[in-house]
């Protein structure tokens, strides 16, 4: 008999520690089932909730994420969305940093596809480093295959805004993007970024070189 309920006894703690392993595995994959980032894995132990002193500044905070294809050993279906990428969320970022280079008074930024403009106004005497440092400011912001091109001319702002509204599929928006990026290029546009690309980031012998819509090709 207490052999019996002995066993019983054993059987149900095995039970139960097998529950909450699984439960607590299946904590570690929030979200889409395939993520583990830091934030998760302190509610996981912080069974009080209680926040680290930080948690009102989230601009303070490391960033941390880590993907896998399946939290299911030997199932590699690959659940894991490719992130869109919110072209005026880069847009601004690149606008309030620019700004706040020395001689920068006003920026405006429009991202496409895979260009970045940058209308800046600048009271500098040094037209060419000021270039620089805006265009090199908004390739630290954006995907690696984006190119980008500045201006400080007064007369293209206007033209840069008028696209605002628009979107890829606008009517012709390639040719008039780069025609408006032709008249960028009468300003300075700072330094070549390297030995294999330009100052606008295009690449010298890329792959693709005679499928790309590098502007230094026209």
Same mark, same amino acid.
């Given at each position: 008999m207490i052999k019996s309920v002995l066993s019983a006894c054993l059987l149900g703690l095995l039970l139960l520690t097998g529950c909450q392993y699984d439960d607590n595995d299946l904590g570690m994959y929030k979200e889409n089932g395939n993520t583990i @980032?830091?934030?998760?894995?302190?509610?996981?132990?912080?069974?009080?909730?209680?926040?680290?002193? !930080?948690?009102? %500044?989230? $601009?303070?905070?490391?960033?941390?994420?880590?993907?896998?294809?399946?939290?299911?050993?030997?199932?590699?279906?690959?659940?894991?969305?490719?992130?869109?990428? @919110?072209?005026?969320?880069?847009?601004?970022?690149?606008?309030?940093?620019?700004?706040?280079?020395? !001689?920068?008074? %006003?920026? $405006?930024?429009?991202?496409t596809d895979d260009e970045v403009l940058v209308w800046y106004q600048t009271n500098s005497d040094n037209r060419f480093e000021t270039a620089d440092q805006v265009k090199k400011t908004a390739i630290s912001v954006v995907p690696r295959y984006y190119h980008v091109y500045v201006t400080d001319n007064p007369n293209l702002i206007r033209q840069i805004e008028s696209y605002s509204q628009m979107d890829t599929d606008s009517l012709k928006i390639d040719r008039s993007i780069d025609n408006l990026i032709q008249e960028m290029l009468k300003s300075p546009q700072g330094r070549k970024l390297n030995t294999g690309e330009n100052e606008n980031g295009e690449g010298y012998g890329e792959m693709n070189e005679n499928l790309d819509k590098d502007m230094k090709d026209r």
């Open positions: @980032n830091v934030t998760d894995r302190n509610e996981l132990y912080n069974e009080d909730d209680m926040n680290n002193g !930080n948690d009102d %500044d989230d $601009a303070g905070h490391f960033g941390y994420v880590r993907h896998q294809k399946s939290p299911v050993a030997g199932y590699e279906k690959l659940s894991t969305e490719t992130p869109a990428i @919110n072209r005026e969320q880069m847009a601004n970022v690149i606008s309030t940093l620019a700004v706040q280079l020395p !001689n920068v008074q %006003d920026v $405006a930024t429009l991202v």
